[in-house]
């Protein structure tokens, strides 16, 4: 109900490619850490894929940042893409997840 389409449609390169960095680094990042306590690199990837997606706090956070004037409207509007974009994504990539082999 927040996005803009027009918005998405006119900047949908740099959405994705800020929504692949997000799920490709945070991914990595969770993954690291719990393969630090020991589990396997599968375990590991699939915990990293499926909290890489921003929360839907987020979107609160989002819309109190921008009500209290902290952030410019675009770039408002590119976190809000980028958001909605990574819980859209989180289903698709953990599936792929699953066939990662152990």
Do not use: D
């Not at 839907?56 to 009500?67: I, K, M, P, Q, T």
């Amino acid at each position: 109900m927040l996005m803009h389409p027009t918005f998405v449609l006119r900047n949908l390169i740099t959405l994705l490619t800020s929504l692949a960095c997000l799920l490709v680094l945070k991914s990595l990042l969770v993954a690291g850490v719990v393969r630090m306590f020991g589990y396997t690199w599968r375990a590991s990837c699939m915990v990293g894929i499926t909290v890489s997606q921003i929360g839907e706090f987020g979107f609160v956070l989002l819309s109190r940042a921008e009500y209290m004037g902290l952030l410019p409207f675009r770039l408002y509007l590119l976190l809000l893409g980028t958001s909605t974009l990574s819980l859209i994504a989180t289903p698709l990539v953990y599936n792929l997840g699953r066939r990662l082999r152990a």
